[in-house]
């Protein structure tokens, strides 16, 4: 029983990232952003990133992270969340900056 279960644990995590590298390539595509730049933003190889977007391999969160500090709207949309709302946060986040930050 409990090896069913983690089948098809293991089977929603490969749904869920394909969905989010899928989406991923999709934004990359359409707004025309170089991958070779967001392979070097994430801090991994082209063609680690290559294989992400594919399907055939994954990444790390905290190279997730590094994309999000650059192209917040792309991994919100990435993770189904409207862009929009990503570049307000953005915005509020540069104006209401801790003082240790400014």
Known sequence: MLSNGLEALQQDRRIIIMNFNERLKQYIEYKGIIKHRVAEVAGITPSAFFRFLNGTSTMKSSNIEKINE?????VAYSFGIEPDIAMRAKQLNEVIKPEDEA
Do not use: S, Y
């Open 70 to 74: 650059v192209w917040p709207e792309m």
